[in-house]
T-cell receptor
Framework: DAKTTQPNSMESNEEEPVHLPCNHS???????IHWYRQLPSQGPEYVIH???SNVNNRMASLAIAEDRKSSTLILHRATLRDAAVYYC??????????????FGQGTILTVHP | DAMVIQNPRYQVTQFGKPVTLSCSQT?????MYWYQQKSSQAPKLLFH???????NEADTPDNFQSRRPNTSFCFLDIRSPGLGDAAMYLC?????????????FGPGTRLTVT
């Protein structure tokens, strides 16, 4: 399975933008890039996903590098409620890993008031 | 509105005593997943159902079983819990298992084994 690499932790101030990086140099052409987050004591929550083009939704934006070997999740204005573990996950379309979410260690985001 | 419901939220069982965790969904999704999340670790997929088709992960211990009697409900049975099975168990659903589909997670059941 293709792997992702994320920083262990990041910090931000409230109401400032946050850029969460993810490296996935072994991504295959049919792998989707998904982001989930997990707030304390809750189940993971879908944030956004994309394949090649940048994506925006009400929660965040996803910027995907042209070679697809890295991506960045952008929270435009961090709030205290955005403090969570953010997981960058490749979701493949081939073989035994078809469609599965394989969570890595993620990035712990701390938001300061 | 609750979409993926897990009961109970907290479960205490004794070493070796069978325990069942339940999950229900109001989304009418085809796929239901069970994940195990140990303390300070990432969730790990145990198995999933696509409709009635059961898909077990290769490294899921035989101690873990699952049942899906209908679209709405899915159960996780731990036949003989050990101390190492103490974890948060997460249920998730998805309309499909295609790679661009979203998964919706429940709040989890935290299992303690005494």
């Amino acid at each position: 399975d293709a792997k992702t690499t994320q920083p262990n932790s990041m910090e931000s101030n409230e109401e400032e933008p946050v850029h969460l990086p993810c490296n996935h140099s072994t991504i295959s052409g049919t792998d989707y890039i998904h982001w989930y987050r997990q707030l304390p004591s809750q189940g993971p929550e879908y944030v956004i996903h994309g394949l090649t083009s940048n994506v925006n939704n009400r929660m965040a934006s996803l910027a995907i590098a042209e070679d697809r070997k890295s991506s960045t999740l952008i929270l435009h204005r961090a709030t205290l409620r955005d403090a969570a573990v953010y997981y960058c996950i490749l979701r493949g379309s081939g073989g035994t890993s078809y469609g599965k979410l394989t969570f890595g260690q993620g990035t712990i985001l701390t938001v300061h008031p | 509105d609750a979409m993926v419901i897990q009961n109970p939220r907290y479960q205490v069982t004794q070493f070796g005593k069978p325990v069942t965790l339940s999950c229900s969904q109001t989304l009418n999704h085809n796929v239901m997943y069970w994940y195990q999340q140990k303390s300070s670790q990432a969730p790990k997929l145990l198995f999933h159902y696509y409709d009635k088709d059961f898909n077990n992960e290769a490294d899921t211990p035989d101690n873990f079983q699952s049942r899906r009697p209908n679209t709405s409900f899915c159960f996780l049975d731990i036949r003989s819990p050990g101390l190492g099975d103490a974890a948060m168990y997460l249920c998730a659903t998805s309309e499909s298992d295609i790679p661009n589909s979203e998964q919706y997670f429940g709040p989890g059941t935290r299992l303690t084994v005494t």
